[in-house]
């Protein structure tokens, strides 16, 4: 009998969850809505002289992540991506055995910094395992001079500032500032580098001018999954005309972080 009314109260708090979950659609931009829920996945890469964000779902860190944006004087970039994705799917898809995916899962996969190591990108038809686009993802202590340290892993990320290293493919050794924010229903993700970010032998992106954001809201059924980067490239960029490059280059970054967020389950 005390099983059977565990059992039931389980039940009824599963289903109040789901209930106060917020809807996709009071949170999604409305013009973008239909595209979202039929396709999964609406981008906006944007032209040069249009830095404004177009794709922030709402959010109680939208006004945090709307004011922390890049000064842009060189030759600025700007992308957005949002996902929604099925809980159900991700649970039928994945390896792990996860009954159910809460935001504390969540945390823990996006504090769990090492496991990027390995992560791949460029698939093709022939290319299906892809490409390793990070050979290592570390936590370091410090971003001078920093080193490796076992990842602080938590399933409460709230407030918390972890150091990063990633050795990339294409722009080698480069590290970053992660900064967390968390409530409920929602995980708030700033990503900034710390060090001068470099491509074929120039300067290309100083310390401070590239910001990564991530936001994934829980709304009961689905996640909701927004990414943007935005930058301030220098102008020697330009005169090689390598913006196209650059722009496929973080496009496809962007799309390997949600990839690799997906298959965690």
Sequence with gaps: MVKR????VMVMFSLCSVLDAV????IVPEEFLEELIAEKVVSVIHDEDDEKLSLVPESAFKDELLSSRIE???SPYTAEFLYLVSKQELIESGKKNFSEITMADISEIFTALSRMSGMRYRFSETNTEGTVLYKKVCTIDAIE??????DMI???????????HQHDRLLGNLKFL??????EDELYLSITNENNLGLFGFNACKKENLRINILVTDCGDDILFYISADANYENVLKMFSIRKIIKKMMNERLDAIYRWFFIQF
């Design 23 to 26: 809807p996709v659609e009071k």
């Design 154 to 164: 938590s399933r409460n990320c709230d407030g918390m500032k972890i150091f990063c």
């Design 178 to 183: 992660l900064g967390y924010e968390m409530k």
């Design 145 to 150: 001079k920093g080193n490796e340290i076992p």
């Design 5 to 8: 009314f565990f059992s039931l």
């Design 72 to 74: 842009k004087k060189d």
